[in-house]
C-alpha cells in the first residue's frame, strides 16, 4: 500500500475532471450496476505510464463529441478491496495496472489493458477511447 499523501496528486488528477473516486467494493458494484448509459472506470496507478500516457489520454479523450456518462476510478495498490472488486467486472482480462474500461448499462464493451497503455502514447489513448466512446455512447 502506498501513503495516501503520495497518491493524493495521483488521485487528484482525475477527480479533478469528474471522477468519482472508489474506496470500497460497494461503491464499485453499485456504480457499475446502477450506471444507466455509459461508465468510463480506470484502474489508476502510481506507474509511469499512468502519469505519461494513461491520465493525460484519459483526459483527453473526453474532449470528443461523444463521451462517458458517469467516471469512475480505483487506485491501484491504495484501495485495494475496491479494485479487485473492480477488476471482477474485467473478466476474462486479467488484472492490469493501469487500465481503462468502458462499460454499457453495466456491461464491459471496450477495454484497455497495460500493455496497451505503456507501449502507447496520451495521443492514441484518447484516439482509442474516442472511437470507442464514438460507438457505445
Known sequence: MYPPELVKPMKDDLTNVGFQQLTTPTEVDHLIEQ??????????????????????????????????STLGTVFAGVDGEATTQARKYFLPYPPSSPSIALFKDGKLVHFLE????????????????????????
Request: glycine share 10%; net charge neutral; charged share 15%.
Open 35 to 68: 450506471t444507466k448509459g455509459t461508465l468510463l472506470l480506470v484502474v489508476n496507478s502510481v506507474c509511469g505510464c499512468a502519469a505519461g500516457n494513461m491520465r493525460p489520454g484519459v483526459k483527453l479523450s473526453l474532449n470528443n463529441d461523444k463521451a462517458p
Open 114 to 137: 497495460r500493455h496497451h497503455i505503456e507501449g502507447g502514447t496520451a495521443q492514441m489513448i484518447a484516439e482509442n477511447l474516442a472511437e470507442a466512446y464514438n460507438e457505445f455512447c
